[in-house]
């Protein structure tokens, strides 16, 4: 889209990502507001390609403001729902109160309800400010519970590295062809996420099951073991991924609708700062569910 100056003397422009010093200035506005830089995106093979930025720039190419959205399809109770996330949403403070943020994101909401988005997901420790734009919030919950009991397991299993080119690589193949870990609530097709989120927090691991062909991410500590997500051609049962792994934990916590472990755990309010908010109807979701912390935006 062409730019178009606005009346604060700064310029807008839609899908810049192409530009690498428009996506570097966003990487600049990322970091100083919120202390993260994803530019080591570029190590895990760039910006997602389904992302539709909105940002205002200033004369000098630094970017004053941003909101984006992204493809993010979802299985939801066994059917396949075209939704978007939203994200980066972010304001320099001299350019603050003077409605950029608002304008940006009535540009975002307009534009995937002109592609026809049917849901639109974001995370936010500020629920009231989305709440007259329809989004409203959606209560989490993990599945916790005890360990099933051990089973046999042939093939072998490799700690990964997101520092080791061979082992990204391996991490994209298997997500481009993942299954989605639920049927019940999950993601269809999101890399860049979980890349990024495997990447910044430390204590995540990722170990991949050559058997099943699948990554498992997953924490410990001393009284539990928390299943975080699974990218593979198949999801496999909860007692060989326990197994796999040499984990005899005394609790269970699982972070998505455990429906494909062959496991039953008990829905418990997942306790955050931070809320999942819905814009549009989840149609057919009946129980409790939870995103997978690899897949937060």
């Known amino acids: 889209m062409a730019a178009a100056a606005d009346d604060h003397g700064l310029t807008f422009r839609q899908d810049y990502f192409g530009d690498p010093a428009a996506w570097a200035a966003l990487v600049s506005l990322l970091e100083n507001t919120f202390g993260i830089d994803v530019s080591i995106q570029d190590r895990f093979g760039g910006p997602d390609p389904t992302s539709m930025p909105f940002g205002y720039f200033d004369a000098n190419g630094v970017c004053a403001a941003n909101f984006s959205t992204f493809s993010m399809p979802m299985m939801i109770d066994g059917r396949l729902v075209k939704a978007a996330g939203f994200q980066s949403g972010a304001v320099r403070p001299q350019w603050r109160g003077r409605g950029l943020y608002r304008d940006l994101m009535n540009r975002a909401f307009g ?18 400010m989305y709440e007259p734009y329809g989004f409203t919030i959606l209560p989490q919950q993990k599945f916790v519970g ?26 994209r193949r298997v997500l481009r062809e993942r299954t989605p870990v639920s049927s019940v609530f999950a993601v269809m097709a999101q890399a860049e996420m979980f890349l990024l989120n495997g990447f910044f927090d430390p204590d995540v691991r990722l170990t991949y099951l050559d058997q099943f062909e699948a ?14 997500d699974i990218a593979g051609k198949t999801i496999p049962p909860l007692a060989a991924i326990l ?55």
Do not use: H, Y
Request: some cysteine; glycine content about 8%; aromatic content about 8%.
């Open 111 to 128: 534009w995937c309800d002109d592609q026809g988005f049917e849901l639109g997901l974001l995370l936010t420790d500020k629920p009231a």
């Open 146 to 171: 005890a360990p099933p009991l051990e089973m046999r397991l042939a093939g072998t299993v490799r700690e990964l590295s997101l520092d080791n080119t061979g082992d990204i690589a391996l991490v």
């Open 215 to 228: 990554v498992v991410a997953w924490k410990e500590d001393e009284t539990s073991f928390q299943l975080l």
């Open 243 to 297: 197994q796999a792994l040499d984990q005899r934990p005394g609790r269970v916590e699982v972070c998505f609708p455990p429906d494909r472990l062959d496991w039953q755990g008990k829905p418990e309010t997942f306790e955050s700062d931070i809320s999942l908010m819905v814009r549009g109807s989840p149609a057919g979701l009946s129980g409790p569910v939870m995103l997978s912390p690899m897949a937060e935006f």
